[in-house]
């Protein structure tokens, strides 16, 4: 078997990447949902393997056939990216 080298981070880190309030992970917990974490005592950890996994799964890359589903009038409709945009309004007359 391969060793693969850990790499924990913490709830807020996560949250950063995952573009998430840490309270989001911290419900996803309590109601069994979100990336599998690892306890040890009070402090909550996320392997980023184990995440990355469970992004793949909730997440799945579009198939030929699901891409080939996706035409409308025999034009294929592209995949809407929808990362959320924060903006600044501080600069605003």
Do not use: C, S
């Not at 996994?53 to 030929?64: D, F, G, I, S």
Request: no cysteine; glycine share 6%.
């Amino acid at each position: 078997m391969t060793e693969r080298f850990i790499r924990l981070m913490t709830e807020r880190e996560l949250a950063l990447k995952l573009n998430v309030k840490h309270t989001t992970l911290q419900q996803w917990r309590h109601n069994g949902k979100g990336p599998p974490y690892i306890k040890m005592g009070r402090t909550v950890r996320y392997d980023a393997y184990e995440v990355q996994n469970w992004l793949e799964r909730v997440n799945p890359t579009p198939k030929e056939q699901d891409v080939k589903a996706n035409q409308f009038g025999g034009l294929e409709m592209p995949r809407m990216n929808m990362k959320r945009t924060r903006f600044n309004f501080d600069n605003v007359d």
